[in-house]
T-cell receptor, first 115, second 111 residues
Framework: NAGVTQTPKFQVLKTGQSMTLQCAQD?????MYWYRQDPGMGLRLIYY???????DKGEVPNGYNVSRLNKREFSLRLESAAPSQTSVYFC??????????????FGQGTRLTVV | KQEVTQIPAALSVPEGENLVLNCSFT??????LQWFRQDPGKGLTSLLL?????REQTSGRLNASLDKSSGRSTLYIAASQPGDSATYLC??????????FGGGTRVLVKP
């Protein structure tokens, strides 16, 4: 059982380039999330999707867009990367927005560097 | 706005000692609280989930308590081992469905 799978694991971008981070879960969860983790700032919510077909802004949405492609997949797009977006990005999923029975599960992260 | 605090930020103990990790939150109207473990350069692994109606959860050497009214949770790890060295994060889920994280406690268990 793979859980939450993120690709790529590492990426280096030049300022102004665009890219999409992919996330897929195989637990039949309804809700999915994107977080970023920065030293001294902890984990902050970028966007979330309560269920297939819906997306909402989190704490730090500026500079990002998301797509809930289907129940399994939730992608995060950086249209014009900036050095301030250098971070570790985590995708997570849960049965429901309230967490359900087992709470949230996280992927292994994407380490993004913008130069 | 929900704020989650974990003190201390770092903790070093000799092997065999019990670990006590603290988490406090400002808004007691939560759905649940979840403890995670994060190894360097890795993702978050869920350890325990406590629903708002529960007082504690146990899994092996791990026990987590929840006192919603005082806004506190404690994670106990019995008989610590070097393999328990990691960063431990607590997160609360409240209205708005945001999982708000504490800053984490970095634990080192010395052989």
């Amino acid at each position: 059982n793979a859980g939450v799978t993120q690709t790529p694991k590492f990426q280096v971008l030049k300022t102004g380039q665009s890219m999409t981070l992919q996330c897929a879960q195989d637990m039949n969860h309804n809700s999915m999330y994107w977080y970023r983790q920065d030293p001294g700032m902890g984990l902050r919510l970028i966007y979330y999707s309560a269920s297939e077909g819906t997306t909402d802004k989190g704490e730090v949405p500026n500079g990002y867009n998301v797509s809930r492609l289907n129940k399994r997949e939730f992608s995060l797009r950086l249209e014009s990367a900036a050095p301030s977006q250098t971070s570790v990005y985590f995708c997570a999923s849960s049965e429901w927005l309230t967490g359900g029975v087992n709470g949230a599960f996280f992927g292994q992260g994407t380490r993004l560097t913008v130069v | 706005k929900q704020e989650v605090t974990q003190i201390p930020a770092a903790l070093s103990v000799p092997e065999g000692e019990n670990l006590v990790l603290n988490c406090s939150f400002t808004d007691s109207a939560i759905y649940n609280l979840q403890w995670f473990r994060q190894d360097p350069g890795k993702g978050l692994t869920s350890l325990l989930l406590i629903q708002s109606s529960q007082r504690e959860q146990t899994s092996g050497r791990l026990n987590a308590s929840l006192d919603k009214s005082s806004g506190r949770s404690t994670l106990y790890i019995a008989a610590s081992q070097p393999g328990d060295s990691a960063t431990y994060l607590c997160a609360v889920r409240a209205a708005g469905n945001k999982l708000t994280f504490g800053g984490g406690t970095r634990v080192l268990v010395k052989p």
